[in-house]
């Protein structure tokens, strides 16, 4: 069964860090681009990060430059995001998707497989 389960999300205070991990189970995450998405309550979905497929170059949005870092671990299977110096304009449902490209999109059509999401919440 083809399945990726996000999991890291939780309550910190503002300026504090969280790992998000997106572990695959069906298939190998080292064959597909990685996104990271995330969806904050009223407002639309957007890209946060990416790890390409191609040479594993990686992509961040603008406001979490310098903050956020993806990476993989071909072993475990897995993504992760780390995410530093967390503010709560932050806060979101923070999902992982696949897609069998080579190279990254902030398209969310563009991912072939979703996890079920994980909440962040940065609040003093």
């Known amino acids: 069964q083809v399945q990726l389960v996000e999991s890291g999300g939780g309550l910190v205070q503002p300026g504090g860090s969280l790992r998000l991990s997106c572990a695959a189970s069906g298939f190998t995450l080292d064959y597909y681009s990685i996104g990271w998405f995330r969806q904050a309550p009223g407002k639309e979905r957007e890209g946060v990060s990416c790890i390409s497929r191609r040479d594993d170059s990686t992509y961040y949005l603008d406001s979490v430059k310098g903050r956020f870092t993806i990476s993989r671990d071909n072993a475990k299977n897995t993504v992760y995001l780390q995410m530093n110096s967390l503010k709560p304009e932050d806060t979101a449902v923070y999902y992982c998707?696949?897609?069998?490209?080579?190279?990254?999109?902030?398209?969310?059509?563009?991912?072939?497989?979703w996890g079920q999401g994980t909440q962040v919440t940065v609040s003093s």
């Open positions: 998707a696949a897609r069998t490209s080579h190279y990254c999109s902030d398209y969310g059509f563009q991912y072939r497989y």
